[in-house]
């Protein structure tokens, strides 16, 4: 049994099957044995049960008997046998005269008899009577005249004939009566044991049924959600589970199944955009960025349009979240998301990288376009916020932007040069947007080329220098209007 | 020595024959024998008769000749030759050719007539061998009937 532990369900119902088929044949074996048994039975029951039949087929035979001891004592006497022979044989055959009178004339012995038959027996009776006392007649005379009692022989002898016509009649009866309760005997044990093959049969086959039912609603089903929830585990999330029209237990348990996929799937969606975004503002986040990031790279081979990163820190947000506490802050920010979205439209992907820091990428801008959407940006992150509690603030926006593949086709290089640019932009004052590499942008006069190359050690340590005023000045929250150079006038206005 | 003890043999044999032959009774004698019987029950009753027929008194020993009493209903009541037989019922008795000659006597002298002859097979008295009879039946009283009968000659 132990080996049985792991078989399928189907296996140990085979098993099972097999153990029942076995033992009930074993059992339909024994019991047609019996019921053979019992027949023969009931037939030798039958047979000894005829102690009539016995009796008066006994008493035919002793009639018959007699009749021909008869014979003999007429024939001796007249072949001249010694006289005490004679005697001794007609003595006998007194004797037996007594006793099938004694056996005739007991009427317990013909008790049961048929109402034809009690007829039968009771001219036997009187046949008898006749009989006897010719039977004694011929005795008496035989010895003296044998020619005589061969004479009243014949008169015997039709009294003897018409007596064994009615016993035949009436042995035939009684036969014929024990006969029919022993067909009868033999066609129900037949019947019986019709039926027992019958009601096995019909048992297997239930058996048969019952297994291919069980098949059919329950192993196969199971079998069919279990690999397709093994393959849904191996990866394929779409894989369909199978489905049921029924609405048994095994329907419900597929609907549960479907539910509990369902939820796992929305689930598992959830935590991919937590994971992917940004839980202030709901922007996508660093690493939903870098992925982004990482594709469009792969594509700008391909593409006519170069992937441009534009990195954006806000300036002066640091004092109004220090000044008006964390959840102004957080207002704040997704005003500016919101804001930002807006200006960007399709034309980037939008992320926020942390604390005040933005990132766009965008695929499908020249340098002139990213550098309208950088403009357009500054301008509207610059317009002042009107925050819940009747609160204005107004921040700016200091944006840096590098250009692949022309700076570099590596994401974090990328991202590090837009950084560059950043710290230019704020260098140049803040409320601004600077290329990392100026030469992408041909109109740009600000910087020269050679100033953006100097040494990334240097630009970085000057904007920590610059940066710290930022934190400590509430004025330059307020960056001083005419920061946005004059030639940079956005081309769209920002919706 | 041959010829003549065959012609003694012969001779012999003749004269028994002729001696069986003139012990042999006559249709006559047999209805003057069962006048008889009737004259005699007239005269001493039934009973009496049927006695001295049984005992075989001489008036009914004739020959081969016997007179024999019977009821209607065929027992036997006095017997001239066989005394075993008075007792017992005859009815059924019949001879080799199937003849109940007990009930035939029985109808003959419950007929209107009240007599008439029967043939029939029998046992002789003396040579115990059956043989072919006649006998004459009359009524007698108002339930037996009393017959003698005659042995035919043997072809």
Same mark, same amino acid.
């Given at each position: ?495 | 020595?041959? !010829? ?62 016997? !007179? ?54 029998? !046992?002789? !008295? ?30």
């Amino acid at each position: 049994m132990l080996m049985l532990r792991d078989t399928s369900i189907g296996g140990k119902l085979l098993a099972i099957i097999c153990v029942a088929a076995c033992s009930s044949a074993f059992l339909v074996a024994t019991i047609d044995q019996e019921l053979s048994k019992t027949w023969a039975g009931m037939q030798s029951i039958s047979f000894e049960s005829r102690p009539l039949q016995m009796r008066a087929w006994k008493m035919a035979e002793r009639i018959d008997m007699t009749h021909q001891k008869l014979f003999r004592l007429v024939a001796w006497s007249s072949t001249g046998v010694s006289p005490s022979n004679l005697d001794r044989l007609a003595k006998s055959l007194l004797d037996d005269s007594g006793a099938v009178a004694d056996e005739l004339n007991n009427d317990a012995n013909w008790s049961s008899l048929a109402p034809q038959e009690r007829d039968d027996i009771r001219s036997i009776k009187l046949g008898w009577s006749d009989y006897s006392q010719t039977l004694k007649d011929i005795v008496d005379i035989a010895p003296s005249d044998p020619a005589l009692a061969t004479m009243m022989l014949g008169g015997g002898d039709d009294q003897y004939q018409a007596m064994a016509d009615r016993l035949n009649a009436l042995n035939s009866s009684i036969a014929n009566r024990t006969d029919a309760i022993a067909k009868a005997t033999g066609r129900w044990a037949k019947n019986a044991r019709l039926t027992l093959i019958t009601a096995s049969g019909l048992l297997g086959l239930l058996i048969v049924f019952l297994s291919v039912a069980l098949h059919r609603l329950v192993l196969r089903p199971i079998k069919e959600v279990t690999l397709a929830m093994l393959r849904i585990s191996a990866g394929e999330r779409s894989f369909p589970l199978p489905t049921l029209r029924g609405k048994d237990e095994i329907g419900k348990m597929f609907d549960a199944i479907g539910q509990f996929q369902g939820k796992l799937e929305s689930d598992r969606a959830l935590m991919q955009h937590l994971a992917h975004h940004d839980s202030a503002t709901g922007l996508p986040n660093r690493m939903l960025f870098f992925g982004a990031l990482k594709d469009s790279l792969e594509k700008v081979d391909c593409s006519d349009k170069p992937v441009s990163v534009l990195l954006i820190d806000l300036d002066g947000f640091k004092l109004v979240n220090d000044s008006h506490g964390h959840p102004v802050g957080d207002a704040l920010l997704i005003a500016v998301a919101q804001r930002a979205l807006g200006c960007i439209g399709d034309r980037g992907l939008l992320a926020r990288l942390g604390g005040d820091e933005f990132a766009i990428v965008c695929g499908t801008l020249d340098c002139g376009e990213a550098c309208n959407l950088a403009a357009e940006l500054v301008a509207a992150i610059n317009t002042p916020f009107h925050l819940e509690g009747a609160l204005v603030v107004r921040v700016g926006a200091s944006i840096g932007i590098a250009v692949a593949p022309q700076d570099s086709n590596d994401a974090s290089a990328l991202v590090k040069m837009a950084d560059l640019g950043l710290y230019k932009a704020k260098s140049a004052g803040r409320n601004t947007f600077r290329f990392y590499n100026e030469q992408h942008y041909s109109k740009s006069e600000r910087l020269e080329s050679s100033d953006a190359f100097s040494s990334l050690h240097s630009a970085r340590e000057l904007a920590v220098v610059q940066r710290i005023p930022d934190v400590q000045s509430p004025r330059l929250a307020e960056p001083p209007v005419g920061l946005v150079p004059d030639t940079y006038k956005p081309k769209v206005a920002c919706r | 020595m041959r !010829p003549l003890h065959t012609v003694a043999i012969a001779l012999t044999l003749f004269c028994c024959s002729l001696a069986h032959a003139e012990q042999r009774g006559t249709r006559d004698e047999a209805v003057a024998m069962v006048q008889a019987v009737q004259q005699m029950a007239r005269k001493e009753g039934l009973e009496a008769t049927f006695a001295s027929i049984t005992r075989q008194d001489a008036p009914f020993k004739k020959k081969d000749l016997y !007179p024999f009493v019977y009821d209607f209903d065929g027992l036997s009541v006095a017997h001239g030759s066989n005394p075993k037989m008075v007792g017992k019922s005859w009815m059924t008795t019949k001879d080799q050719d199937g003849n109940y000659l007990i009930k035939r006597m029985s109808e003959v002298a419950t007929s209107s007539d009240g007599r008439g002859w029967v043939s029939y097979k029998w !046992p002789h !008295p003396i040579t115990h061998k059956i043989q072919d009879k006649a006998a004459y039946i009359e009524r007698l009283g108002d339930r037996y009937f009393v017959g003698v009968g005659v042995y035919m000659e043997r072809d």
